[in-house]
Structure formats: structure tokens, C-alpha cells
């Protein structure tokens, strides 16, 4: 059975730093990307970026390029999304999904998401 | 870039109606489109791929039909578990980046 499982609530000053984790089990790597989504409170779905968990090659959105990083540990087939130089604006809650790697890149699993909350 | 958009953004309806969501792309997807219903606290679900195939478990009530730039869900009777936000999700282009549309909310009238 498929499952990506997230860390846990943050809770983080502005200009801190944060890393999210996506613990994927049941599937191969090798064949899928690891997409990443926000959504702040009351908000729509806003895209950061994805990874390819299995080469590393990543891509993001144009918004969060220079202050998001994407990596994977093959060994424990986790993916970790980190974000720097967090703003209020920021507080969200962060979501990682899983999508077939070249080809129909509809997401049919995802995390539980992780509330990442960003105050002084 | 592909934009998505979604009407109307609020849908309110009674229990037992049924429901109609478009969901429009700003250039020609084919049949590339999904469908996801998130509830509060929850995590998007994938619903329907592939315009109009459901996912692993979805109810037949639901129901995708559409191609190129515009696309429709319908729910055939709404049930209690169905007020909820839907969103479509074009997938059209490699690779992936901002594909979703805003989102409908579907609520109780």
C-alpha cells in the first residue's frame, strides 16, 4: 500500500528556516516524482516545486527559486522540502504528492500535510 | 503556461441535488484533467483522471466529462460527505508546475 507520510507541526520565527519530510513507502522511486504544495489558511493550492526522488533533478516554481531547497534520501525514501527566510506569509500548511514520473502526472497520493506556522 | 479557472466559486445546494463544477483551461489539454475533493483539515483526494476516469473507490456519482478547454464535474445526489472544495488539475504539458485551478467550494444551502 502507497504512503507518503509528513513531519510534524512547526512553529518558527521569521527568518528561520524549515524542513518538511515525506516518508514514501509501497511504491519505487525510480518511477515517480515527489510534487510539493501550500495552502494557507481559507487559500487555494499554491505550487513550490517537485523532485525527481530517484535522480534529484528538481524544478520550482519561480516564486520560491533561491529560498527552497528539495532533496531525497534514497536510503530511507524520504524527500525533504526546505524553506528559508520564512515571512509571516509563509504559515501554511505544506504538502508533498506523488506523481508518475514522465507521464500522466495526475497526484493519486499524497501526504497528510504538515502546518508550518511562521510568527514572531 | 496553462491557467486554470473554476465556476462558480461557491456552489450552494441541498442535499439529494445534484451538482455541476466547470472547470476551463486557457489553451487545449486534450483529455488531460483531473479532478480532487479536499475536506477541512484533510488532504486533497484525487477523484477523477483522465477527464472522466474515477479513482480506486470513488462513487459513481461522480462523474468528469469534457475535452480541450473545458470540462465539468457533476455529482448526481449530493450526500452529506460530498461538501467539500474541488479542484481540477491539468497535466497537459511536461513538466509539471502550477496546474491547478482556484478551487469551487461546494456547500450546504
Known amino acids: 500500500q502507497i504512503h507518503l507520510v509528513q513531519s510534524g507541526v512547526e512553529v518558527k520565527k521569521p527568518g528561520a528556516s524549515v524542513r518538511v519530510s515525506c516518508k514514501t513507502s509501497?511504491?519505487?522511486?525510480?518511477?515517480?516524482?515527489v510534487y510539493w504544495v501550500r495552502q494557507a489558511p481559507g487559500q487555494g493550492l499554491e505550487w513550490l516545486g517537485w523532485i525527481n526522488a530517484d535522480t534529484g533533478h528538481t524544478n520550482f516554481a519561480r516564486k520560491f527559486e533561491g529560498r527552497v531547497t528539495m532533496t531525497t534520501d534514497t536510503s530511507t525514501t524520504t524527500v525533504y522540502m526546505e524553506l528559508r527566510s520564512l515571512r509571516s506569509d509563509d504559515t501554511a500548511v505544506y504538502y508533498c504528492?506523488?506523481?508518475?514520473?514522465?507521464?500522466?502526472?495526475?497526484?493519486?497520493?499524497w501526504g497528510q500535510g504538515t502546518l508550518v506556522t511562521v510568527s514572531s | 503556461e496553462i491557467v486554470m479557472t473554476q465556476s462558480p466559486a461557491t456552489l450552494s445546494a441541498s442535499l439529494g441535488e445534484g451538482a455541476t463544477l466547470t472547470c476551463r483551461a486557457s489553451?487545449?489539454?486534450?483529455?488531460?484533467l483531473a479532478w480532487y475533493q479536499q475536506k477541512p483539515g484533510q488532504a486533497p483526494r484525487l477523484l477523477i483522471y483522465r477527464t472522466s476516469t474515477r479513482a480506486t473507490g470513488v462513487p459513481a456519482r461522480f462523474i468528469g466529462s469534457g475535452s480541450g478547454t473545458e470540462f465539468t464535474l457533476t455529482i448526481s445526489s449530493l450526500q452529506s460527505e460530498d461538501f467539500a472544495v474541488y479542484y481540477c488539475?491539468?497535466?497537459?504539458?511536461?513538466?509539471?508546475?502550477?496546474?491547478f485551478g482556484p478551487g469551487t467550494k461546494v456547500d450546504i444551502k
Open positions: 488539475q491539468q497535466y497537459n504539458n511536461w513538466p509539471p508546475g502550477d496546474t
Open positions: 509501497g511504491y519505487s522511486l525510480s518511477n515517480y516524482g
Open positions: 504528492a506523488r506523481f508518475k514520473w514522465l507521464g500522466d502526472y495526475y497526484f493519486d497520493s
Open positions: 489553451q487545449n489539454i486534450n483529455f488531460n
